[in-house]
């Protein structure tokens, strides 16, 4: 690996800093690619001059397994574009979001070798995990955490169901663990809850290095009525989702509310059939944008019964900005996100017979239901609105460039 260039000096702040934003985008357009898309349009217009350097996989296949795997632990590529980028943009800071698997490591060197600070956003617990989501055979799974090689994830080919490609997510953990890349070359790692920072320490990260800072919504819905008459389902068909539980809190438990599936996924099928033999459930498959937020709009009650940890799902900001509470497992940082009681219900994860009762109780109650729609969009109004996101981002670029700076002059006072 490349050494950082002492030679560099670090480049102070300015009142509002250049930015080189990094982004590997996925197959599947999901929550990182959106809040990617948010933050940078946020700080220019904030005035930050912001260069934007994104990555598609569409072409992936093209590319050999070995070079793949080699390119995840270090892309020669990525360090060359990346240095001679970070030169030429004249930014105090490059931002990280997703650098697998096109962007790799190689950038945080990048980045310390042309002076800039270094800042990288967690969305879920990849450093942590080969797969991300620390979720395995229908269960939470921390058998990898605080491992220097992750090899039960290896044994059990979390990622892609192949241990060829969890061994290479596995290697590219334990090689820039050792090499202390992430304790030496990022500046600060930015947390989207209280739980994922724990987390996130518990795997071997620097807890000081960590900031919290929750995902954000753009732009201001509006508090809506909710006067549709129906519980709400929107994102990703998947297990770790807790897309069983969902449809069988319909089939056997029947709540008062009717229920709208909005996405797609791996579980469709399932989705599908269960639409066709449940009265009141409603499949509607992908949505455009603006048919999402409409259902938002007039929603009851948005329901999320994950079995992972989640990171920062998108629903529940989008929920709470239009007054909409949340019924939610109890798990990992939905319990960081949803306040029970205050802007919906928390209930144990996997239990159906609860998630129907948690909707009910809302639906039965106008007065429970109007104080938890008031809760909801007090909590937006004071968490997740695009100018205290844009204060606490701030707060973050300074403190990381406060800590490039000490760790500059920490190096030039060890080579004298």
Known sequence: MYEDAGSVALRPMSAAPGVVVVHNHYLLPGGEDQVFAAETALLERHGHPVVRHAIGNERLEERGRVALALGAVWSGTSYRSLRRLFRESGAEVAHFHNILPQVSPAGYYAARAEGLAVVQTLHNYRLVCPVATMFRDGRVCEDCLGKRVAWPGILHGCYRGSRAATATIATMLAVHGAAGTWGRRVDLYLALTEFAKRKLIDGGLPGERILVKPNFLADDPGASVGSGGYALYAGRLSPEKGIRVLLEAWERHRPKLGLRILGDGPMAPEVRAAADRVPGLRW?????????????????????????????????????????????????????????????????????????????????????????????????????????????????????????????????????
């Not at 219900?345 to 239990?351: E, Q």
């Not at 129907?356 to 909801?376: H, K, M, N, Q, T």
């Not at 004071?382 to 606490?392: F, I, K, S, V, W």
């Open 284 to 416: 509607e498959g992908w949505q455009p944008r603006e048919a999402v937020e409409r259902a938002f709009r007039d929603a009851a009650i948005l329901v999320m019964p994950s079995l992972w940890y989640e990171g920062f799902p998108m629903t529940a900001v989008e929920a709470y900005a239009a007054g909409l509470p949340v019924v939610a497992s109890d798990i990992g940082s939905l319990a960081d996100i949803v306040v029970d009681g205050r802007t919906g219900r928390l209930v144990p994860p996997g239990d159906a017979a609860a998630l129907a009762r948690g909707v009910d109780e809302i639906a039965e109650s106008p007065a429970l239901l109007d104080r938890l729609r008031a809760g909801a969009r007090a909590e937006y109004l004071a968490r997740y609105t695009a100018e205290r996101n844009y204060a606490l981002l701030m707060e973050a670029y300074r403190a990381a460039l406060a800590r490039a700076h000490d760790t500059r002059a920490a190096v030039r006072g060890a080579r004298r």
